[in-house]
Every structure is written in C-alpha cells, then in structure tokens.
C-alpha cells in the first residue's frame, strides 16, 4: 500500500509510480476472480412502494402513538425514520445493473 499526505502533481505521480512498484512484488492471487461482464439478475424484492410513500406526518403520528404506549409501559424508545436508495452498478466489461430498496 502507498500513502501519501500531499495532493501536488509530484506528489500524486510519485504515490502511483510507488503502488505499481509494490503491485508488481505481489504474489498472484490463487482465488482471484475477474470482474463480471453482462448478467441477467432477478426482479429484487427490496422496494416497496408503501414504504416510500410514508410522509412526515405518517412518521411523526407513528412516533406519537409510539410514545404514548410507551409512557404507558415506562419503556425507551427509537427514532422511525424512512430511506430510498439506488444502487447502481457498472464496469468496463459491460456490467449494467441496480437496485432499489426501501427500509424504515
């Protein structure tokens, strides 16, 4: 590994020319496996439509009633809130694929 704490032109040449030196004392890796090329994958089961559809107001009346048992039971409680990701995914052999998902 080649490490650096300067962001000049010299600076970053001599950093990539010191890690292609030590890639070059490496040992072939037995187990290494190459990057994909184009795949089929299933429909991912991951996002949800009523999930990514919660609003605020849903959050906080959730979180209302949430409190209230709570107060009722003397317990703790967490913090409820709502995520929408993308993940895309490419490569230089022609893998194109993403995924959506939700979770709350």
Same mark, same amino acid.
């Given at each position: 590994m080649a490490t650096i704490n300067e962001l000049d032109d010299a600076s970053l040449e001599k950093v990539v020319r010191r890690s292609e030196e030590l890639a070059t004392l490496?040992?072939?890796?037995?187990?290494?496996?190459?990057i994909l090329g184009p795949q089929t994958y299933a429909d991912p089961k991951t996002y949800v439509p009523a999930t990514a559809a919660i609003t605020p107001k849903m959050r906080a009346?959730?979180?209302a009633q949430s409190?209230?048992?709570?107060k009722m039971q003397?317990?703790?409680? !967490?913090? &409820?809130?709502?995520?929408? !990701?993308? &993940?895309?995914?490419?490569?230089s052999k022609g893998l194109q694929a993403y995924n959506t998902s939700t979770n709350h």
């Amino acid at each position: 590994m080649a490490t650096i704490n300067e962001l000049d032109d010299a600076s970053l040449e001599k950093v990539v020319r010191r890690s292609e030196e030590l890639a070059t004392l490496a040992p072939e890796n037995p187990e290494y496996v190459s990057i994909l090329g184009p795949q089929t994958y299933a429909d991912p089961k991951t996002y949800v439509p009523a999930t990514a559809a919660i609003t605020p107001k849903m959050r906080a009346d959730a979180v209302a009633q949430s409190l209230k048992y709570l107060k009722m039971q003397s317990c703790g409680c !967490r913090i &409820f809130g709502r995520h929408q !990701r993308l &993940f895309p995914m490419m490569n230089s052999k022609g893998l194109q694929a993403y995924n959506t998902s939700t979770n709350h």
